[in-house]
């Protein structure tokens, strides 16, 4: 029924960039994406409001930028500076409550992309 899709995943040496995209099939009140590295709990990275509101995790502030287009019912993650500490596989969420960067505000989950970043 709700369907989110990430893209944009891939491999990247340290201070490269690349920007994963999510589209999903409704347009939720909070977007955001999460990050799970092996043997690691799932980390909340940022989140965006449909009234403008961005949440970043401190390890990735200034670094990435959440981003939404509400027409196309799509969410971006520009991510620059890239280090090897980013990666795991990055999910799209949606929720359609509070918007914060705990997963229990979160309903529903893309299926992931993997970000690799060496050094």
């Known amino acids: 029924q709700v369907q989110l899709v990430e893209s944009g995943g891939g491999s990247v040496q340290s201070g490269g960039s690349l920007r994963l995209s999510c589209a999903a099939s409704?347009?939720?009140?909070?977007m955001a994406w999460f990050r799970q590295a092996p043997g690691k709990e799932r980390e909340g990275v940022a989140a965006?409001?449909?009234?403008?509101?961005?949440i970043y995790a401190d390890s990735v502030k200034g670094r990435f930028t959440i981003s939404r287009d509400n027409a196309k019912k799509t969410l971006y993650l520009q991510m620059n500076s890239l280090k090897s500490e980013d990666t795991a596989m990055y999910y799209c969420?949606?929720?359609?409550?509070?918007?914060?960067?705990?997963?229990?505000?979160?309903?529903?989950w893309g299926q992931g992309t993997q970000v690799t970043v060496s050094s």
């Open positions: 965006s409001s449909t009234i403008g509101i961005s």
């Open positions: 409704y347009k939720a009140f909070c």
């Open positions: 969420a949606a929720g359609s409550a509070s918007c914060s960067l705990s997963d229990k505000d979160y309903n529903y």
